[in-house]
């Protein structure tokens, strides 16, 4: 297929065909690096309708990005998830339709969503022992969220993956879990590192560890780092002939991490984050309530390319406006 030429391209000559778009900031779980005592919502809920969202993503795919994530919060919370993901699965030019789940309801909804256009999930799964991903996620759900993912495999969808947000203590020695997990299933498993947001200091301090422990693990049992292909994003990717899955490292703490950033931000309502860490937020809402503002849209967005910095300077400790990230979307 020919892909539109990128136009969102920033003074790092890095291009941004990759949008990650939060549709709501609710969320049923209570994760302990993210939202510990659950969802408070700050007065009635005024996320962007499906008319702002195909305005939005149909911009976008003019300036051409061709890659859309749907995230949140919990992004099937959403009575019209599957508007949704119909709405933005046939906007030309869109190629590829993901998003980020808890999973807890994907057992019930995977052919649907698989039906309107979705086909690209990925599933958040920081332990494969129920009771530990009970602790974590404060919900005893894990097997209805393993029954979620062969559904999503018998159904076809073209890539599943897992995120772990890898969590010393709690998670940093359950490598061969989820080995044993990928060995016969087409699944990419992805650690993440714990990253520092305005509301998780003293937790940061307590559970973080860099990805370099997955990383040794992974060499000495004799699994291959693949080479980067340009514009692939921030992953480092593992494979094993023995295995059908792969393993993917996440570490934004690790140098250099910046240079492969190939993603834009939206937020639930409507900003524009140049970064999940950044510390502007540039509304575009005014600019989505009626199909004519489409060109002034493009220019307001193009413009602030400009101010996309090098990188998220988190390793100063900069958290950017973000409290958890349940409030931009991962
Ligand atoms: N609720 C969905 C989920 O959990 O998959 C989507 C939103 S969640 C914010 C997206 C991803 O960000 C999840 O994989 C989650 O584990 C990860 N995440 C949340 N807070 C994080 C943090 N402080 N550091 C690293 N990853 C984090
Ligand atoms: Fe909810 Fe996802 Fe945050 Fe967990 S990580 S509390 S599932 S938004």
């Not at 009575?79 to 789940?101: C, Q, R, Y």
Request: aromatic letters at 10%; a neutral charge.
């Amino acid at each position: 297929m020919d892909l539109k030429p990128i136009e969102l391209v920033d003074t790092y000559d890095r291009a941004f065909p990759y949008l990650r778009l939060s549709i709501t900031d609710i969320c049923n779980f209570r994760c302990e690096y993210c939202l510990p005592d659950g969802y408070k919502g700050s007065g009635k809920p005024n996320f962007l309708s499906l008319d702002e969202i195909r305005r939005l993503v149909t911009a976008f795919a003019e300036l051409g990005v061709w890659k859309i994530r749907l995230t949140g919060g919990e992004p099937s919370v959403r009575k019209d998830f599957n508007e949704i993901i119909d709405l933005i699965s046939h906007v030309p030019g869109i190629s590829n339709t993901a998003f980020t789940t808890n999973g807890y309801r994907l057992a019930k909804n995977a052919k649907s969503w698989f039906e309107a256009g979705m086909r690209n999930l990925n599933v958040s799964i920081d332990s494969l022992d129920r009771q530990m991903f009970h602790k974590i996620t404060g919900h005893d759900r894990l097997p209805d969220v393993l029954a979620g993912i062969e559904q999503a495999l018998t159904i076809g969808y073209d890539s599943v993956k897992v995120n772990v947000v890898l969590l010393k203590g709690y998670n940093d020695t359950a490598l061969e879990d989820y080995l044993d997990y990928i060995q016969k299933r087409p699944v990419t498993v992805r650690f993440i590192e714990l990253m520092q947001t305005g509301d998780n200091l003293t937790y940061f301090k307590k559970r973080h560890l860099s990805a370099d422990v997955i990383r040794d693990q992974l060499l000495d049992r004799g699994w291959t780092q693949n080479i980067r292909v340009n514009g692939a994003g921030p992953a480092v990717n593992f494979t094993h002939p023995d295995y059908q899955g792969a393993i993917g490292l996440i570490a934004p703490y690790s140098k250099d991490f910046c240079l492969g950033c190939n993603r834009l931000r939206i937020t639930a309502t409507g900003d524009l984050r140049l970064c999940l860490f950044g510390d502007i937020g540039i509304p575009l809402r005014d600019l989505l309530q009626h199909d004519d503002q489409k060109a002034e849209l493009q220019i307001r967005v193009m413009k602030q390319l400009d101010y996309k910095k090098s990188s998220h300077f988190l390793a100063q400790g900069e958290t950017g406006l973000i409290p958890n990230l349940s409030s931009t979307g991962g």
